[in-house]
């Protein structure tokens, strides 16, 4: 689940981004997610499990993006679930990616959970023609629900009463993340989706988009984070 070297729609990014890449046609969340990753190597870790993951392909192989940058993904597992995804420009020119981990939660019912954390942020409404707005209260879902928000705290939460629990998203790396759920009509069109199984999901995105991009000179390296934790309430 990584978005990389681009977010979304590549024609939404700003024009850095686009620039990097060079291809006809542009699938949504960058080039990353659709290639098999090498597994580098898995070690115990306390009484977890430390997994390394590269794609060998993002150093100068990939179509349409010709740029040399190592790019390793590391998922530590034990009480909480650790992802970095680390970018290191292995050439010489600059590189500018936008990205995310692109994480889908299990609610009880989105209906009644909550997000908090987001409390009075500005965010990018792409529903209403990218409009930018500002969160009063925490994020309760109604409707469809595509926002970027902006400026973020490292940590964010998402409440789900029925469930009595609270999941945590602690990130690093990042001030921006995307919030979304697809509801009735949207969930329909997914082919990898039940109908109804935009009740049971909420999907948080710890990210670098909008304005909150990653720009990488040359031997320039940065990692992006989150810890994912689990409490009863």
């Given at each position: ?15 850095a ?15 990353a ?51 970095s ?7 010489n ?41 500002q ?32 999941i ?14 697809p ?18 999901m ?32």
């Amino acid at each position: 689940p990584v978005c990389w070297p681009w977010f979304g729609n590549l024609q939404r990014n700003p024009q850095a981004v686009q620039a990097m890449y060079h291809g006809e046609q542009a699938p949504a969340h960058g080039l990353a997610r659709s290639r098999d990753w090498q597994l580098l190597g898995i070690e115990e870790a306390g009484d977890g499990l430390r997994i390394e993951f590269e794609l060998p392909e993002a150093q100068g192989e990939l179509p349409g993006w010709p740029h040399d940058v190592e790019l390793k993904l590391v998922v530590e597992l034990g009480d909480e679930l650790k992802l970095s995804l680390t970018s290191r420009n292995m050439g010489n020119t600059p590189v500018t990616i936008s990205q995310a981990l692109h994480s889908y939660f299990a609610v009880s019912d989105v209906r009644q959970a909550r997000v908090e954390g987001v409390e009075g942020l500005g965010y990018i409404e792409t529903l209403a023609d990218w409009e930018q707005r500002q969160q009063q209260g925490p994020l309760a879902f109604a409707g469809e629900t595509d926002r970027i928000y902006l400026d973020t705290p490292q940590t964010l939460s998402i409440v789900d009463p029925h469930w009595s629990r609270r999941i945590t998203l602690t990130s690093s790396g990042s001030r921006s993340a995307v919030i979304w759920n697809p509801w009735t009509e949207r969930a329909k069109e997914l082919a990898d989706m039940a109908d109804d199984g935009w009740q049971r999901m909420l999907c948080i995105e710890t990210a670098n988009v909008w304005d909150d991009l990653v720009e990488l000179r040359p031997g320039a390296s940065h990692s992006l984070g989150v810890v994912i934790g689990c409490e009863m309430i």
